[in-house]
């Protein structure tokens, strides 16, 4: 049975001044390098990050789920639950571990977490055949297709529900 992916439920262990919200910022911080590549995909994804995602750790609206170690993680999925939205805003998975089902266990304990079955997601033009399969798997629907989303030109697949898209949110 594969282990269950390592998640901020349980902040890492504070030192006496610091706050739980210190230590899932620290959390974040250690993530940073590995996902910073991502900026590339989706413009203004560092901005994000840094204004929406680290702050809302710890409101508990946002969640981080990841394999490995902080430092050199072999998988992440950043989530929001806010506002009446459920959404797996990111799910990466390292080249090195992609084919052994770490994306789907990944997306599974994202579901639970959020708490419904078919949450909000996006995959781009270039990893829709790579991410179909599991999206039919995991009884995803793609509900639209949105050209120049993120980057002009590129066709982004919404899955589950209408895109109310603004990338701060």
Not at 68 to 79: K, M
Not at 127 to 142: D, I, K, N
Request: include cysteine.
């Amino acid at each position: 049975m594969p282990m269950p992916l390592t998640a901020t439920a349980l902040p890492l262990l504070a030192g006496p001044n610091e706050t739980a919200a210190d230590s899932l910022s620290r959390e974040a911080e250690k993530l940073w390098p590995t996902l910073s590549h991502l900026e590339g995909t989706y413009p203004g994804f560092t901005s994000w990050y840094w204004n929406k995602v680290v702050p809302g750790l710890s409101r508990g609206t946002r969640h981080l789920f990841w394999e490995g170690s902080l430092d050199a993680p072999s998988a992440v999925a950043i989530l929001k639950r806010e506002g009446g939205e459920s959404k797996i805003c990111t799910a990466w998975v390292s080249e090195s571990e992609r084919g052994r089902s770490l994306g789907r266990r990944l997306l599974e304990e994202s579901i639970e977490w959020l708490g419904v079955t078919r949450p909000l997601f996006t995959v781009p033009a270039e990893r829709y055949a790579e991410f179909e399969p599991l999206m039919q798997r995991l009884g995803f629907v793609e509900t639209a297709r949105i050209e120049s989303l993120y980057r002009p030109g590129v066709v982004e697949h919404v899955y589950n529900g209408p895109l109310v898209h603004s990338l701060n949110t």
